[in-house]
């Protein structure tokens, strides 16, 4: 059994920064990827940022250049996001993606007031 805890979020004023973080526990088999994922209203979920156990990373074009996604060996990820936009408001999930299945956090509500 997998379980995601995630932490952070909130509410946070345009051109600040928010910090999210995910704790996996549970029996994760390697190679496996960990990572932040969005959903805003009226939209698809879409990637902020992914890190996988060797080091591969990728970011989502919408936070390209202003985000950055650590992770350590106790499998717990974090993502920083810097020079938020009122158009980074959305749901944020947790996501870890093993070859046994694809595991969401229960997301966390991050609002950017104007």
């Known amino acids: 059994q997998v379980q995601l805890v995630e932490s952070g979020g909130g509410l946070v004023q345009a051109g600040g920064s928010l910090r999210l973080s995910c704790a996996a526990s549970g029996d994760i088999s390697s190679p496996n990827f960990m990572g932040w994922y969005r959903q805003a209203p009226g939209k698809e979920r879409e990637l902020v940022a992914v890190r996988g156990d060797s080091g591969t990373t990728r970011y989502g074009d919408a936070v390209n250049g202003r985000s950055t996604i650590s992770r350590d060996i106790r499998m717990t990820v974090s993502v920083e996001v810097h020079s938020l936009k009122p158009e980074d408001t959305a749901v944020y999930y947790c996501?870890?993606?093993?070859?046994?299945?694809?595991?969401w956090g229960q997301g966390t509500q991050v609002t950017v007031s104007s």
């Open positions: 996501n870890l993606f093993t070859g046994q299945g694809n595991y």
